[in-house]
């Protein structure tokens, strides 16, 4: 089974920085690797999808890129409705441990 | 805006059953599959199952296959989640999404229903 590595596990950082997080499968996923922001209390939202697609509605900050095994998403400036846990998802299913991005 | 309203969660006793209901409205139903996904308290998400279009083809995570069953109406625009031999560790917000039409990912997802599987 294909397994999903997220890095950091958290990530503190202040509002107008660039976060980028980092998502590592054991094998190649090809670009079938999706990103989600969870906030407290709410259902995941889609962000990007087949790596560097976003989705219908967010922001131009948020970008996808990778293929393979190894995947970034990078928020050029953190707004304050940002700080929040991300995953990464893999061929629709598998999903990530998460990344927690929080206020430095 | 798509709606996905999850009901059917609730306290049930290890080995006991229970059955996730997943009323879908205001896009084409029978265009996506569709999934279910859960979240023990706490915790991160777990994929669970998900179904194709006309309800022919399933998959499950290894955890809950010969226990779970998904399903779907397709004159209801409803999906389902029949859960039986439920266990302890099966304690979490389950979530209803919808498949994003290129597949590989969930575009849409409900608020969760609660299972708590406890004596």
């Known amino acids: 089974e294909i397994v999903l590595t997220q890095s950091p596990g958290t990530l ?6 660039r976060a980028t997080l980092s998502c590592r499968a054991s094998q190649s996923v090809g670009t079938h690797l999706a990103w989600y922001q969870q906030r407290p209390g709410q259902p995941p939202r889609l962000l990007i999808y087949h ?7 967010i922001p131009d900050r948020f970008s996808g890129s990778g293929s393979g095994t190894d995947f970034t998403l990078t928020i050029s400036r953190l707004e304050p409705e940002d700080f929040a846990v991300y995953y990464c998802q893999r061929n629709g299913n598998r ?4 990344t927690k991005v929080d206020i430095k | ?5 999850e009901s059917g969660g609730g306290l049930v006793q290890p080995g006991g059953s ?3 209901s997943c009323a879908a409205s205001d896009f084409i139903f029978t265009t996506y599959w569709m999934a279910w996904v859960r979240q023990a308290p706490g915790k991160g998400l777990e994929w669970v199952a998900n179904i194709n279009q006309d309800g022919s083809v399933q998959y499950y995570v290894d955890s809950v296959k010969g226990r779970f069953t998904i399903s779907r109406d397709n004159t209801q625009n409803s999906l389902y989640l029949q859960m039986n031999s439920l266990r302890v560790e099966d304690t ?3 979530y209803c999404a919808r498949d994003h039409i290129s597949g590989w990912s969930l575009d849409s997802w409900g608020q969760g229903t609660l299972v708590t599987v406890s004596s």
């Not at chain 2, 805006?1 to 309203?5: A, F, N, P, S, Y």
Request: without cysteine; neutral net charge; hydrophobic residues 40%.
């Open chain 2, 92 to 94: 979490a917000l389950y």
């Open chain 2, 18 to 20: 229970l059955r996730l």
């Open chain 2, 1 to 5: 805006e798509v709606h996905l309203v």
């Open chain 1, 12 to 17: 503190s950082l202040s509002p107008g920085e």
């Open chain 1, 95 to 98: 999903f990530g441990p998460g």
């Open chain 1, 51 to 57: 790596a560097s697609n976003r989705a219908t509605g």
